[in-house]
């Protein structure tokens, strides 16, 4: 029975990579460089999914964010290029406003999570391996969200398609 | 496990930022996957610390990042066909779509 309270310092070190590079991304002025920071952010989450024994989910977060939705925003910036200079302001006339919901949200949230105090602790054994255990859970109990999830992305696929491509007149 | 959380929240709130504050729709869309992230760590927490039935949490997760996925496909393909009719992509310009 443990909260985990103690952390060690990969945890002290991943996070802070992430918050510096998250920081980054929304703050560069240049929007290539802002993409290249949410693949070093998205790849130390990765990291910090190791230390919370979920390494499935690092592997996917590697393959699919880092591999394909980071490219995916890469290519588009380029395809978008003349949006990328750096005359051309980034943020809009609300960051007054941004910076104090945000500020407001993140330490009202961090007040909630030290004042409660219900939750169960149990520490979990994966001795079977989450992977195995993960797999199987897809193939019976959560077969019907599977095979709707993989609908979703087809659907998502052929919309994308449709969307981008070319109109013929 | 309040370390965990805390730095979701952080997260959470720094994309939060970023899709109040962007003017480029890019900009945006890679702020929310921000607030993707940081949700994706709340469950994988809650569910190595907090009694549930095994895995649900990284189930839950694993949706996320496919929905996640598709959300990216899909808004980028929107952002590009905005582009090729406008040349820009900020966003002071989507109030003409309103009728």
């Given at each position: 029975?443990?909260?985990?309270?103690?952390?060690?310092?990969?945890?002290?070190?991943?996070s802070f990579?992430?918050?510096?590079?998250?920081?980054m991304v929304?703050?560069?002025?240049n929007i290539f460089y802002?993409?290249?920071?949410?693949?070093?952010?998205?790849?130390?989450?990765?990291?910090?999914?190791?230390?919370?024994?979920?390494?499935?989910?690092?592997?996917?977060?590697?393959?699919?964010?880092?591999?394909?939705?980071?490219?995916?925003?890469?290519?588009?910036?380029?395809?978008t290029t003349d949006m990328a200079s750096?005359?051309?302001?980034?943020?809009?006339?609300?960051?007054?406003?941004?910076?104090?919901?945000?500020?407001?949200?993140?330490?009202?949230?961090i007040l909630l999570i030290d004042k409660t105090s219900v939750w169960r602790y149990q520490d979990h054994d994966f001795s079977e391996g989450v992977t195995v255990t993960l797999g199987k859970l897809l193939m019976t109990k959560f077969m019907l969200p599977f095979e709707l999830v993989s609908v979703l992305l087809l659907a998502a696929m052929i919309g994308a398609i449709v969307l981008a491509r070319k109109e013929r007149s | 496990m309040f370390h965990y959380l805390a730095l979701a929240a952080?997260?959470?709130?720094?994309?939060?930022?970023?899709?109040?504050?962007?003017?480029?729709?890019?900009?945006?869309?890679m702020s929310l996957e921000l607030m993707f992230n940081g949700a994706t760590i709340n469950f994988v927490t809650f569910n190595k610390y907090v009694v549930t039935d095994a895995l649900l949490g990284q189930m839950f997760a694993i949706f996320?990042?496919?929905?996640?996925?598709?959300?990216?496909?899909?808004?980028?393909?929107?952002?590009?066909?905005?582009?090729?009719?406008?040349?820009?992509?900020?966003t002071d310009n989507y109030g003409v779509m309103k009728w």
């Open positions: 029975m443990t909260d985990g309270s103690q952390v060690g310092v990969i945890f002290w070190f991943l990579v992430i918050l510096i590079s998250g920081f929304v703050s560069l002025k802002c993409a290249l920071f949410l693949v070093l952010c998205l790849f130390s989450v990765a990291g910090i999914f190791i230390l919370l024994e979920a390494e499935f989910l690092a592997a996917a977060q590697v393959l699919i964010y880092v591999g394909a939705v980071a490219i995916l925003m890469i290519f588009a910036i380029m395809l750096k005359e051309i302001t980034q943020t809009n006339e609300n960051v007054t406003v941004g910076v104090f919901v945000s500020v407001i949200f993140a330490i009202s949230t | 952080i997260l959470f709130s720094i994309g939060l930022f970023g899709v109040l504050t962007r003017r480029n729709t890019i900009g945006i869309l996320v990042i496919v929905v996640a996925a598709a959300e990216a496909a899909i808004g980028l393909a929107i952002v590009l066909l905005i582009y090729r009719n406008w040349r820009c992509i900020k």
